[in-house]
């Protein structure tokens, strides 16, 4: 781990505003200038954390007068990326007003059914529970951020005394609330009594910061942050974290171990919900992953709500010792490990429930941590899981900071468990979107770069599912990445170039679809060639090679994920890429037919031994599918044509004409039917063959 102690050094915070292109900016336009500023440095802010606003003067569209309109993000989103859409708008003199209505703690949950009514110009974004945080402290330009530095402050034990001493008087402390209508009148109070304050650090959460205008708001947070981090840096105790205790893995034993665990793991606690995984080995994890402190300090819990919201209040830390490594006692413990990790949450649930509580949720751990391993995340997609690893990578910086200076503390348990289960929180979880068809679903899809393949991955992603696309061809493979990615988000999308026809390229391609997503639900077996000679002018090179790519690759392609499937004991889904040549003897083209029907064979022994494991394998059969194919760019097309005494660019038109329906298949044909074979709509279909070939007697199925 030597390299690794020596932590790199940071980049300091520095202001990045451009006060010649903010002069051509409106109020709320610089407002959005300095959340796009703040929110892209995951130091000052993490992922979807932290909150802007400025109280603008603004022609009312009723009266025409002007009036005073707190902006302020919405519910949702990120600061990072929000745009003007995503600022709420509300009148000041109305939320001014609200007071009047207040009836106390026990009642402000009550406030946020009032927010609506004070929405300027029919603004639909909804406003978040922040709100009157931002509207009632007196002052024009307002941020709320969860940078690490400051939060370690936050969650020390003796926050208040180390606050005046960092900041010298310029920020006040509250010590912890929940956030709500009660800590917007107390932010109010202080920023009120105390006009020389720049800030204030919310005990247990984070920092408040503000100014006259939105650069100085901007330079005042910023400057706030850079001080936060400089002080720790230079009187943090060493070693952190009680020293290290035991020696990280080699790099490549760390992902070849979490390659081989992640599909267990991931099969254990998906029953209800399918869960997609994401493995974090970087420094600041593994700092904390090998530290002396790692057990108690998992134990303490994450501090800042925003964090525990993403991460549940505690991890789950792995029985493991990489000094003496052994993969069979730490997958002999998993049971147990979360069985009681499972029982501790429920008992946690009873301790702290109230009589309107919503249900208890999913009880699974969210984070586990390695020892001498790493981190991984589960959740219902593959950015969320990203996303709580990273927001657990906030957490350690934090216990980090604060352990290094003072003693961290944790939210206290109730508090903890009534944000959690906070009725506000629940009515956001309810207001979801329904999951897709394949949301959770991991599919890997070979031949992944080439007119169906990507046709496929693209109707798989828009499903839901996450993929994992495989080819030989490593520059088409990239940029069908790029392409998928701008659909489905880059979380979604994994790529490994692979021959399908080595054994041992074949375990990786499956190993990194484990290691980047955590298992395989789904195996789209589509990598192929074609060729077409005469019986006597096929060679034995031409046979061979149809051999290997289509049976060969079609059977290691299969084995692996079978094994896969079965180990995570969820069933499973494998759908073969056929051919009507499969069903149909075609004439100067033997190789390649045999080797078609021996895939259509080998997908029903598939399906034959899946079966009791809950696998399913279907074939679907395309017939002259040449629009974005690279089999037949070359020269099979020529093959082909030659074949049936045609021109080779009468090739679609003459395959049009031959069929029943007198139509033309697309990539997009095809995608359609292995997607109702890869879903649960075909929940009962196993060993069976579908046409799509705009119809051909010859190949009906009897
Ligand atoms: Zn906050």
Redesign the pocket.
Known sequence: MGAMSEMKQKEPITSRWDDQFAATLSEPELLLYRSNLLGSDLRITNFG??NTSAKIMMTDPLSGEQVEVLWVKGSGGDLGSIKLDGFSTLYMDKLQALKNRYRGLEHEDEMVGYLPHCTFNLNPRAASI?TPLHAYIAKRHVD?M?PDACIAIAACRNSEALTGKIFEGQLGWLPWQR?GYDLGLKLEKVSRENPQLKGIILEG??LFTWGDSAKEAYETTLAIIKRAEEWLQANIKQPVFGGQAVEALPAEERAALVARLMPLLRGKISKTEFKLGHFDDSDAVLEFVCSADLAPLAALGTS???HFLRTKIRPLVLDFDPAAPSFERLVEGLDAALDAYRTDYSAYYERCKRSTSPKIRDANPIIYLIPGVGMLSFAKDKATARIAGEFYVNAINVMRGANGVDSYVGLPEQEAFDIEYWLLEEAKLQRMPKPKSLAGKIALVTGGAGGIGQAVARQLLQEGACVMLTDIDGEALESAQVALAKVAGKDNVGTVRANITDEGEVAAILEAAALRFGGVDILVSNAGIASAAPLEETTLEIWKRNQDILVTGYFLASRSAFRIMKQQGLGGSMVFVGSKNGLVASSGASAYCTAKAAELHLARCVALEGAEHGIRVNVVNPDAVIRGSRIWDGKWKEERAASNKIDADDVEEFYRKRSMLKLSVFPEDIAEAVYFFASDKAGKSTGNILNVDAGNAGAFTR
């Open positions: 954390g932290g922040d709320h969860h956030p959460h984070g800042c709500p925003d």
